[in-house]
Each structure stands twice: as C-alpha cells, then as structure tokens.
C-alpha cells in the first residue's frame, strides 16, 4: 500500500509525520481496561483469519482483506501501531524508564497503558496497538461484522466506534496521541523530561498514513465518502479541546506550585541562552499572545490553525474565538481560575468553529484558507516550531483535498511538491528552526498552490 496521498503528500511529509507516529504511537484503553459499554475484547487473532482480514494479497470484494498484513508492515508507517509495545525494549525507551526509576518499560504501567493492547481475552502487550484499540472492544459486534448482509450501522450498535466520522475519530485518536485524564495516559513534561518525544498529532495526514483500506465505491455506499479539509478541521478543533480539557482537570494542569509544563510551547523555553552581551535572543514577538515578553506560552498549534481556517469557512464565530483566544493567553498571566474560566469559554468557541467547518468547505473556501494560513494576518504568528509544524502540515493536507476531489490534477501537485518541501525542511530540525525562514519557505508553497486556483 502506497504511504501517500495521490500527487500530493511526498517523502519530507511522510518522514516527519512517520517520525512523530513512530515515536508518538500509543494505545485509547489502558492496560485491563474495559470499553464504556461493557465489551470485552477478543484479540488480534480474531481478525486474522483468511475470510475476514488476514489475507496476504488485497483482493477482498468488500473490504481489502490484507489490512492485518498492512498493520503487522515491519517497515512500513501503517505498521507503527502493531510496533508501539516492541518499541518499549529499545534504547531509548530503555533510557526512559531508567531515569523515571520505574523499572523496565516493557512491563512499566506508565508505558503499558499506552504501548499495549488491553489485557483482556486473548490479547497480548505484544499485539502493540491493536484492531480493537481503534475500533472497539468486539465481543459485542463481531458476529455481525462478518454476518451476510450485516451493515456498519449495526455494528455500531453493538459497540463498534464509528471512526467514519471526524469527530469521533478524533476523540479516539487524541486519547492516545494527546492524553487523557485516566493514569498511565497522560505524557507529561515529566515523562518528555525523561526523553519522551514532544506530542503532536495532525488527524488527517496521520489517518492518510494509517489507512488499511480503499476509499471505493463500496466504502462510500455504506459510509459516505469522507472529506481531509472536514477531518484536518475538526481535528485541529478536538485537539484544542482535548487539551484546554487537560489543562482544567485536577491534577493534570498543575505540578506541585508549577504549572504542567506539558501544555506549553516546549521551544519557548527550551531556547539556546548566552551570557555574552553581543548574544541575540531567538524569541519573537507573538502577535496573538497578549502576553509580557518571557512568559511561558501556551502551544497554540491549534488555536492558530483553526483561527486561520475561521477567519474563511466561518466568519460568524471567528471574530469570538479570537477574542477568546486573545483572553485566554491573556488569562494564563494571571490566576489558575482565572485560566480555567478563560480555558472553558475558549473550548465552547472552539466547539462552534468546528460545527461551521463541518457543514462542508467550498473549493474557493479551501484555496482561501492555504492563502491565510502564510498570509499577513496568520503567519505572524508562527514564532514557534510546534505551531510551524502544523501549518505545513495543514498546507499539505488542503492541497491533498484538492487532489482528491479533483479540483487539481495530481500532475499539478506534483510540480510544486518541491516548494513544500522547502518548508518541511525548515521544521526538520526544531533546534535549527528559524521563523523567518520558515515563514519565507510557506509562504513560496502557498503562493504556488495560489496559482493553481
């Protein structure tokens, strides 16, 4: 299975969202844990058979029928969820462990609660990440998943998680790859301290590069043909939510008088400093922080993308999330209950962004969008790495949505890959990261993709 988007996403934009899946890859239930409904999970095995989704060669009438090969891949992304508990016997990991004094992180809570399968039925740590970490405990609706003439609606009912749909999707995957409030699910700066990679997600490039199957006429029929420019919304959106939901939570936002470090922009602090006069600092100023110049600030990867994506698909709220935005970096200066005041209001503006973006995005709409995200009143505000990151992200997911839906030819995609790959190589490095320079290389992408309109 190709690791990319038709004519669009090339090998910069894998590489780096590999890196983050290889290192970021974690499982929704910890260790023993149950679903909310009640379903106990079956293990890996009880896919694997050759009628159902065990088959070395994708000619299933239906479905592929090699998504279990595609997920056990050794050398492959769409393998990285089958390697997520293997990963844990590795050097770094290893490394990890010893510095939290936990003891050996293949058999650590604090690891397993997010690198192995749940430990019920038959499943096993070494299944990694498996089906059911995604799609949900299958006692209940295995039967009809396989029963002749059964439909997805069905299953449903019976427990399986709808990830056809952004928002759950999103939920599901932000468990993992943000945290959650429950233990042994939760990176904090405490853990990334230790050596832990900095988390960040982008739900439509890391569904895109995790995808087991063909989008064909079938999958449409019974679940509707899906859209990246909605799914990179509503994700930018969950993922803002999840973590302002993070941030409020007792015992998650705070580390003793400290807040958790977690929530903040790792690289604003974590800057090259000298004692020599002639030293420049590196730090910027942010527009769209109302903050005092050496204030920790909250990443807001998110809040920038979803303001850029406001400002063009739902003009009615943007003008309110960002003055909640604005509020809430506004707020951190002051008290915690202030924040959380200001944390809950954000969410709520969030929410309603993402209830406009659903509803569909137009092909100007989309064009518009990559134009603001480099344009004057957006790019600005990528001072940071961690929020340069997602715009060129973003940028590549919206030219993959014009590729998709056949707006633009993947021939024309093809030809200004190398100007976005300009900009994946200014973040390759967040230690060598240069605003300016970030900032003039998408700005060249999007003045190409422009011209396509």
């Not at 499943?123 to 405990?137: L, M, R, T, W, Y």
């Not at 602090?269 to 909250?298: L, M, Q, V």
């Not at 309110?320 to 951190?332: G, I, Q, T, V």
């Not at 707006?407 to 030809?415: F, I, L, Y």
Request: aromatic content about 6%; proline content about 5%; overall charge neutral.
């Amino acid at each position: 299975m190709a690791l990319s988007r038709p004519g669009a996403i090339g090998a910069s934009a894998a590489a780096l969202a590999a890196s983050l899946l290889l290192l970021l890859i974690v499982l929704i239930n910890p260790a023993g844990a149950a679903e909310p409904t009640g379903h106990g999970f079956v293990g890996v095995a009880s896919c694997a058979g050759s009628t159902c989704h065990g088959r070395s060669e994708a000619n299933g009438k239906i479905v592929r029928q090699d998504e279990l090969m595609i997920w056990q891949n050794p050398a492959s992304v769409a393998g990285s969820h089958s390697r997520a508990w293997r990963v844990l016997a590795e050097p770094r990991a290893k490394a990890i462990a010893s510095r939290l004094g936990i003891g050996e992180a293949a058999s650590a809570p604090m690891c397993l609660g997010c690198h192995a399968s749940a430990a019920a039925a038959r499943s096993q740590p070494s299944d990694g990440v498996g089906c059911e970490s995604c799609h949900g405990a299958a006692s209940g609706w295995l039967a009809s998943h396989y029963a002749v003439g059964g439909t997805h609606a069905a299953n449903v009912s019976r427990g399986m998680v709808p990830l056809d749909d952004p928002r759950v999707r999103a939920e599901r995957c932000l468990d993992c790859h943000f945290g959650s409030a429950e233990d042994g699910r939760f990176v904090d700066h405490r853990i990334m301290a230790a050596g832990h990679p900095r988390i960040s997600f982008e739900l439509d490039l890391f569904s895109t590069l995790q995808q087991h199957h063909n989008e064909d006429g079938d999958y449409v029929q019974r679940k509707g043909r899906s859209n990246g420019v909605t799914t990179w919304a509503v994700g930018q959106a969950a993922a803002l939510e999840r973590s302002l939901a993070l941030f409020a939570t007792p015992g998650r936002g705070t580390e003793g008088l400290f807040p958790e470090f977690y929530f903040f922009d790792c690289h604003s602090c974590h800057r090259r400093i000298s004692d020599d006069p002639r030293f420049e600092p590196s730090a910027e100023g942010n527009p769209g922080r109302p903050i005092p110049s050496g204030t920790p600030p909250y990443n807001d990867e998110n809040m920038i993308m979803l303001a850029a994506a406001a400002r063009v698909a739902a003009p009615q709220v943007a003008p309110r999330f960002e003055r909640d935005s604005r509020a809430f970096h506004s707020a951190l200066t002051k008290d915690r209950a202030t924040a959380v005041a200001a944390a809950a209001r954000l969410r709520e503006s969030a929410h309603a962004v993402a209830a406009d973006l659903s509803r569909g995005v137009s092909r100007a709409q989309l064009f518009d969008i990559v134009d603001t995200i480099a344009g004057n009143a957006v790019a600005p505000r990528f001072t940071d790495y961690a929020g340069s990151v997602q715009a060129v992200m973003a940028v590549d997911t919206l030219l993959s949505a014009l590729v998709a839906s056949g707006e633009v030819g993947a021939g024309q995609a093809g030809s200004i890959r190398g100007d976005i790959n300009l900009a994946y190589r200014a973040v390759r490095d967040p230690n060598s990261y240069s605003p300016r320079e970030f900032r003039a290389s998408l700005g060249r992408a999007a003045a190409a993709i422009r011209k396509l309109k």
